[in-house]
């Protein structure tokens, strides 16, 4: 299943640090990047009509980039989580006598994100028969007690629209103060998701190849002898 791409996997990230329990150098010693960069500002208006009525007018948007591991112990995948949020609010507030106001506020809200994994790369371009649905991605590899090269399931696009509308009129009458009015609100949303396409495999030694063995009986991955493999 994974002979061919061997190199590339074992090129990964070697031992770079000795083992504290024995004196072979087989274990790595690294940082992954955490970068996370966002934008976002705020626009205010107000604004007076009549000395009766006042309209105010407010957008807020927020963006930005977030690269993220998908966990592991060793550096091998990235995913880039991007987003932006974006909300503007109208009102309108209208002062008919001492004891009469009628509010209204219509209020738009964008929420746009996804999550993409780097690099673009599937096992079968490193040269496995393994065949990949849809994105290409890097697989998920477990050696067990040694090492897991982790992934994450990608979601290139997920977010929603809402709108939303109400309108408020308040009346105060001696001791009294009534309210009537109504509100409306509509939600359209939208989840894709790429579930774990690229492929998840387990080594054990259940399987293991005669003369291929590591130091505690797990099954060599060179040898493409899986325990279990799951394609998503």
């Not at 504290?20 to 996370?36: D, K």
Request: with cysteine.
């Amino acid at each position: 299943m994974i002979e061919r791409p061997r190199t590339s996997l074992t090129n990964t990230s070697l031992p770079n640090a000795q083992n504290l329990s024995t004196p072979f150098f087989n274990r790595w010693t690294g940082y992954t990047p955490a970068v996370r960069n966002t934008d976002e500002f705020l626009i205010k208006v107000d604004h007076n009509l009549t000395p009766s009525q006042r309209v105010q007018l407010s957008y807020f948007n927020t963006s930005g980039i977030q690269q993220q591991s998908p966990g592991g112990n060793l550096v091998w995948s990235q995913q880039n989580y991007s987003w932006r949020q974006q909300n503007a609010n109208v009102s309108h507030t209208w002062t008919i006598s001492p004891t009469k106001i009628n509010q209204i506020w219509l209020n738009y809200t964008r929420m746009l994100a996804g999550r993409v994994n780097t690099p673009a790369v599937s096992l079968g371009d490193l040269g496995s028969s393994f065949t990949v649905q849809g994105t290409p991605s890097l697989p998920q590899i477990t050696v067990t007690n040694y090492f897991t090269l982790s992934q994450s399931i990608a979601g290139p696009k997920a977010g929603t629209n809402f709108y939303s509308l109400r309108d408020v009129y308040s009346w105060n009458k001696g001791k009294h103060a009534l309210a009537f009015g109504g509100e409306g609100s509509l939600n359209k949303d939208i989840q894709q998701t790429l579930l774990n396409n690229y492929g998840v495999f387990s080594f054990n030694g259940t399987r293991a190849v005669t003369g291929c063995l590591l130091a505690n009986g797990t099954a060599c991955p060179a040898a493409g002898q899986t325990r279990a493999k799951r394609p998503g």
